[in-house]
């Protein structure tokens, strides 16, 4: 049977913003690709809504994107032990979703419409003539406890059959640096035997081979959220899975935004210099996007500004108000004045240590007293080791024996 695997649509997400559309549009459209595919089923991977209490307006529009799943007339294909009339979808929540457990979250209530079957710790059954396909889930859990849940868990493939597992954590060999948390789930820590392994959770798609030469798939978000570089660099979509060839399938989404991304470095840069760097960032962007809809556009304005350019001297609403109906804009401003990037580049270069520390305390302390006109009446040294000491009683002592003298 052909699956259609989809995550992370975020449902309700920039809801009253100029993107409030984006998830729907997107969903409906991977909805639609599944359709077109004839699968037997949709696997979701969590985040399905973007927030654990969606507004009403959230869930109106969310019911009606299920409805031509319930039309569709397909009746072949059916979960065990279920009895809705539509095609079956099987769902485990995500991170996004998570409430306590003595509260409901919204995917157990579209478990409860007779939506989708919801997955947590358990597995369904998915059965199309004489095919079986057994669906396990363990839904979004704090990291530091996926380890031990897992464990615990011990998912048991079905011999014989297909087994497909979802999860919807980060494993740790997909972060740019090591968390160095032990309690974080890996590759190494998932349960032998599956056919395919998916992962929701993190927004780009990804497709692995795990020791066991078993596919192990990051599915991807269908909404760009976060504006990371790898989500400029892969595109968003559908995976559709046939259980008889083991083949995995991507078809990319075309209503999503177009996201261009870009990290500027300054060094020393004036006012002018950081405006010209970013309008040609932005009219290269416009010139390159292909899609009609208004794309995201993405800078990291990063480095040294020129001597006496402060970091509120950089009004980024102004560079970008020219172009403000053509594209949306996520800009954060991570500059640092010269002088400023010189102290901390000279403090780097001295390696910070209790000598340099106390030289510099020296200095300044004898700065002070020069400035009070009391450099000359006072051993500067004794009296720092006094402060440094905390001994500011002895200190004070002998600064009033001085001026007593006087
Ligand atoms: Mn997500």
Known sequence: MKLAIISDMHLGYGWETEREQDSFKSAEEAFKIALDNKVAGILLAGDIFDTKIPKPEVWEKTLKLFKPLKK???????????????????????????????????????????????????????????????IYGMSGIPE????????????????????????????????????????????????????????????????????????????????????????????????????????????????????????????????DKVSQEMRSFIEESLYNKKKNTKPLIRIRLQGSLAKGVKNSDIDINLIIAPYGD????????????????????????????HETIEEEGMKILEEILKETGLSDKFDTRRMFKLVSEKDTETAWDTILEELKEN
């Open 144 to 271: 530091k406890y996926a380890k031990a849940v897992l464990a615990q868990w011990e998912p048991k493939p079905v011999h014989g059959k297909q087994n497909i597992i979802m999860f919807h954590q980060t494993f740790k060999e997909f972060l740019p640096v090591d968390s160095g948390d032990e309690a974080w789930m890996g590759l190494d820590d998932l349960p032998e035997g599956f056919d395919l392994y998916i992962n929701g959770h993190l927004h780009w798609k990804r497709d692995v081979k795990l020791s066991s030469g078993k596919p192990f798939l990051l599915t991807g978000s269908t909404i760009t959220t976060q504006m990371k570089k790898l989500e400029a660099e892969v595109p968003k979509g559908v995976h559709i899975y046939d259980t008889k060839t083991k083949k995995l399938e991507f078809i990319p989404l075309e209503s999503t935004r177009e996201l261009f991304y870009k990290k500027i470095v300054l060094d020393d840069a004036t006012k």
């Open 72 to 134: 569709a007339n397909y009746e072949h294909a059916r979960v065990k032990d279920h009895e809705f009339k539509s095609i079956p979808v099987i769902s485990i929540h995500g991170t996004h979703e998570l409430r306590s457990k003595d509260y409901k979250n919204p995917i157990e209530i579209l478990d409860a419409g007779g939506f989708l079957v919801h997955l947590h710790l358990k597995s369904a059954c998915l059965i199309d003539g004489d095919e079986e396909v057994h």
């Open 326 to 353: 053509k594209a949306i804009f996520s800009i954060s401003k991570e500059l640092v004045s010269k002088s400023l990037k010189e102290k901390i580049d000279l403090a780097k270069r001295k390696k910070l240590s």
